[in-house]
């Protein structure tokens, strides 16, 4: 059962351009939702979070959308530079306390010169 | 970056044989996290502590083991490895001071079983 899932393995994108990586989830206790970035051979590094309360939150070039109603989120990265090229996971969170994070299968981004 | 660092980076062993991972913080965060990262899964949670001597299970604990004797080391045993477990295994650090739910990973270790 996979309560967050990322239904593109891959997305290629040109340089300079807009780059729109989504997420669904199907479980309505998420409350707190993150975006991680992925180099190969490195560990996740964390970009941009959104709390249930909100339905954007942006960051420089990062933002973040959340349609609770759809449960889907999204980030948009605009311009897309050769360094975003990577690996993307959103996660979801349903408890505080425990910080417990449920990650979707990832989406890999390439920006084409 | 988080001071977080995993040991080994790298491992091969062979069906049967117990293996220990180990992640270190000098962060003094107070939970610890264990992920595996396969193909087509995303990071999916082992084990988890809340402090020390305090831990749970994730989604998929079977075959793994976790102890915490100090805020700074968490340790993942798989007790009888098999090919299954063959992964990439992260280790991540949160605290509940931070103002969100953001987790910081390690860089990581490969472990191969034969």
């Known amino acids: 059962d996979q309560q967050v899932k990322q239904n593109s393995p891959s997305l290629s994108v040109q340089e300079g351009r807009i780059s729109i990586l989504n997420c669904d989830y199907t479980n309505s206790m998420f409350d707190y939702f993150l975006w991680y970035k992925k180099y190969p051979a490195e560990g996740p590094t964390f970009l941009i979070s959104?709390?249930?309360?909100?339905d954007k939150n942006e960051d420089g070039r990062f933002t973040v959308f959340l349609n609770k109603s759809a449960k889907h989120l999204s980030l948009h990265i605009v311009p897309s530079q050769p360094g975003d090229s990577a690996v993307y996971f959103c996660a979801a969170s349903a408890k505080k306390g425990a910080q417990k994070l449920v990650f979707g299968q990832g989406t890999r981004l390439t920006i084409n010169p | 970056d988080a001071g977080i660092t995993q040991s080994p980076r790298h491992k091969v062993t062979e069906t049967g044989t117990p293996v220990t991972l180990r992640c270190h913080q000098t962060e003094n965060h107070r939970y610890m996290y264990w992920y595996r990262q396969d193909p087509g899964h995303g990071l999916r949670l082992i084990h988890y502590?809340?402090?020390?001597?305090?831990?749970d299970k994730g989604e998929v604990s079977d075959g793994y083991s976790v102890s915490r004797s100090k805020t700074e080391d968490f340790l993942l045993t798989l007790e009888s490895a098999t090919s299954s477990q063959t992964s990439v295994y992260f280790c991540?650090?949160?605290?509940?001071?931070?103002?969100?739910?953001?987790?910081?990973f390690g860089p990581g270790t490969r472990l191969t079983v034969t």
């Open positions: 502590s809340y402090g020390v001597k305090d831990t």
């Open positions: 991540a650090i949160s605290d509940p001071g931070l103002a969100g739910y953001e987790q910081y």
């Open positions: 959104i709390s249930s309360i909100k």
